[in-house]
């Protein structure tokens, strides 16, 4: 198998992992298999880095950062190979550059716009290990880039995609996926398998793991991705095509977000377009909406409500304050203290019921139902925050997650 | 004026240390110079790094060390930059890629073949500083190559070669070139200019603050160079052609060179070519043989003796014992506790009595000389070890280098 692996900043953190990582990778190299593998800087090298660029700095030139920022997986990749050499696996560090990763001229959030394959085709086929610099590009000036966060995810899925390989494991310091976080349901069990749609809404919903990023171009690419430990040799999860996995379960998952806030707007101006208007001009802030509601009261007045990322309150809250100025909104409030849970799975697309348990479940616990939306793959609802783990323990057991 | 400034190690050793780099970077831009920096890593990065490499292995591969080694060096390049944009001086970071330095192959120790000013001359004519990473450049391969020790003095004074720069300024921890060492001769002066020929007698005789090959390289693309401290605003030492300086001095300096062993070898056999066999032998293992001796005692049996640097002995022990086994030397002896002092003055040229006044001066103090070596410009001595101190205080006294 032709493999690309991964490995992550706290799987590199120190030189007796990096050793670890060696170990691991040869492991995979005597089985037989060509493998690229892809490293992020050691972990805290970044943020020691961006702590110097701050100390000259708030607002730094974005092409020095590139070059400041991309020195720490440089590091890591010569390390790496120099380790596996030293064990008898001739490996070769190459730098995105060298891996011929192109990128736009976007510094510090480069998109990868195509990658060149032929000198790590080349050196594999001459039974080298390659390891490539993660998180960096070179833009058409010859420029180096940065892929912004989880930007080794994306040159390790970029790279399995460009040389056609057949798995791509991302290595970080969780065992795979979970029906959900083992932290507030001890019950949760690791997926096998996972379709790229479900991942996607799991990710965005809060389980960590892998920038949707990563899994949209995995998506795009087919590429097969294994999200795996690097502390254990335990199996992690694929996340793969529909169509790979032979029988898809009504629910994968049940995913809790409590970054969210809700924001009301109560008497919203009766004019065509007003609803437009204000959220033209969220997007405009770059403002991300993610749930809304809008209904009429009984006096005719109409009430907006939806819910924006906490970091995002801020903006939002100066583009709402914009429209009470003027008087097209009457009031506004905020509520904070709300979490977002969603139950996920390919499986209800061709299922009735799934979403009538949800509230069912919630309606058992006394939990009251503030917004909720869905899609073909997903029930979400806003709930009040102090309710989150009752309503992740019960939906967990409701669709028997834990069987 | 056009202008190169090398910082080291120390000059850019923390943050604080990077802003006041930046401080007097911009302080010759305000006074209305072009300025290309050209910096070192931050002092113990580059140790730091090679720690890490032998952490994995006694004999890493070349072409991995220089993508490791040459990390610390973008790191500074960037920082500075960032630092002296902030200040209002846009500058511009460049890699030794982008500055267009051309090595050869050799990895860990390559030579500059050409630089190509065209990026560089671009962006000074558009008014920006140009802060370039030191002690690297790239092969015709497009591999990352490190220019070894000394590397980042070797890319400043490439540089000011290539874009015609009036003067390139090394910063050191050292305020310039001494007449002598002064922690042995507290009345050393500091020397205002000396030509490219008496810093090269200097270096190689102990006077560490310039290596001989950017010295070397100064010299053959006239560039000028001066030594001077980032820690003060103290006038440096000048390094140019000869034409340069109005009035030579008799002598500029005296060097000591305690880094010398003697090894004698007696009853050396009488055949034509021997002499010519040893250094031969003692060439191709790269031991640097520096004086030689050879003599024919009263019994008709001839001797030779040779000094080499203190860290080439075992290997110089090993050939002699070559030819002791083959009975072509009858004994061999050595002495570490030997030194080297030497008198160096492009003066000497024209003047007749400089060697006298050493060797008087040598007898007045009751010093036996061991061997001696002249050039155009310098007389050197080897001394029993004990007198060094000495010896350099009586000859720098003698040659009135205090006044």
Known sequence: MLIVQKFGGTSVGDLERIQNVANRVSESKKAGNDVVVVVSAMSGETNKLLGYAEYFSSNPARAEMDMLLSSGERVTA?????????????????????????????????????????????????????????????????????????????????????????????????????????????????????????????????????????????????????????????????????????????????????????????????????????????????????????????????????????????DAKSVVDGFVKSGEIKADSYNEDICKVSVVGVGMKSHAGVAALAFSTMADNNININMISTSEIKISMVIDEKYAELAVRGLHDAYELDK
Not at 97 to 123: Q, Y
Not at 129 to 137: L, T
Not at 290 to 302: E, F, L, P
């Open 78 to 314: 010569s390390l790496l190979a120099i380790a596996l050499s030293e064990m008898g696996f001739p490996a070769t560090a190459m730098s995105g550059r060298k891996a011929g990763i192109l990128t736009d001229e976007s510094h510090t959030k480069a998109r990868i716009e195509d990658i060149n394959p032929h000198a790590m085709k080349e050196l594999l086929k001459a039974g080298k290990i390659i390891v490539v610099a993660g998180f960096q590009g070179v833009n058409k000036n010859g420029d180096v880039t940065t892929l912004g966060r989880g930007g080794s995810d994306l040159s390790a899925v970029a790279i399995a995609g460009a040389i056609g390989a057949d798995l791509c494991e991302i290595y970080t310091d969780v065992s795979g996926i979970y029906t959900t976080d083992p932290r507030i349901e001890p019950k949760a069990k690791k997926l096998d398998k996972i379709s790229y749609d479900e991942m996607l809404e799991l990710a965005s919903l809060g389980a960590k793991v892998l920038q949707n990023r990563s899994v949209e171009m995995a998506k795009k690419l087919n590429v097969n991705l294994v999200t795996r430990t690097s502390f254990s040799n335990e199996e992690g999860t694929l996340i793969t095509k529909e169509e790979n996995i032979m029988e898809s379960p009504l629910v994968s998952g049940i995913a809790l977000d409590r970054n969210q806030t809700r924001i009301s707007l109560m008497g919203v101006i009766d004019r065509p377009g007003i609803a437009s208007d204000i959220f033209n001009k969220l997007a405009e802030n770059d403002i991300n909406v993610d749930m809304i509601i809008q209904n009429k009261a009984h006096d005719g007045a109409t009430n907006i409500d939806f819910t924006v990322p906490l970091n995002d309150l801020n």
